[in-house]
């Protein structure tokens, strides 16, 4: 929460705050987030306005997930950029807002500043994270990282319906081998 009580409902006064918070929970996406309680830090404007309060700002954090092809740690940063108007508590009132529309509020002349980062922080996150851009996975059979072995492949797979052949071949090259057998 961050009190705008210092600029005093006088429209054009603004003031800059810096500061570092600590981070929400969840504040990213499943793959890649922002760590729990990691330092967040916010270059913040506060304007005063006729309707409120307006927060311009940025904030950096640094980012920790994994490579959705393979799998492998990610560490990278992020910087946003955000920008949201909060409404005088009694405005609302006066320009018949009601509670479902979606309109920043302060409460007490507070501003809440966690839905904004998480909205401006999970939309500015990549979707599909990678390691690298060319990123080229998994091993669809075995599991193995192609990245560490570019010329990883396995014998080709038998088709089920050619496997009596198969083994008729593998009798005639074993011939001390009973058909049938494994």
Do not use: K, N
Not at 7 to 35: C, F, H, K, N
Not at 115 to 138: S, T
């Amino acid at each position: 929460m961050l009190d705008t009580r210092e600029l005093g409902r006088r429209p054009g006064s603004q003031r800059e705050v810096t500061l570092s918070v600590p981070a929400p929970a969840d504040l990213g996406i499943e793959v890649l987030s922002v760590p729990e309680g990691a330092p967040v830090q916010l270059d913040l404007r506060l304007e005063a306005v006729m309707e409120g309060v307006l927060v311009t700002g940025t904030a950096t954090a640094d980012l920790e997930g994994e490579c959705v092809r393979c799998l492998e740690p990610i560490s990278d940063e992020i910087e946003v950029r955000f920008q949201e108007l909060y409404m005088y508590d009694d405005i609302r009132d006066a320009r018949d807002v009601s509670e479902d529309d979606e309109v920043s509020m302060l409460r007490d002349d507070l501003v809440d500043l966690e839905p904004l980062l998480r909205d401006a922080v999970v939309l500015a996150l990549p979707f599909q994270p990678l390691c690298q851009d060319d990123c080229p996975g998994l091993c669809t059979e075995c599991g193995a990282r192609l990245a560490d072995d570019p010329d990883h492949s396995h014998e080709a797979a038998i088709d089920p319906r050619w496997a009596g052949l198969a083994e008729l071949q593998q009798d005639q090259q074993d011939p001390g081998r009973e058909p049938g057998q494994d």
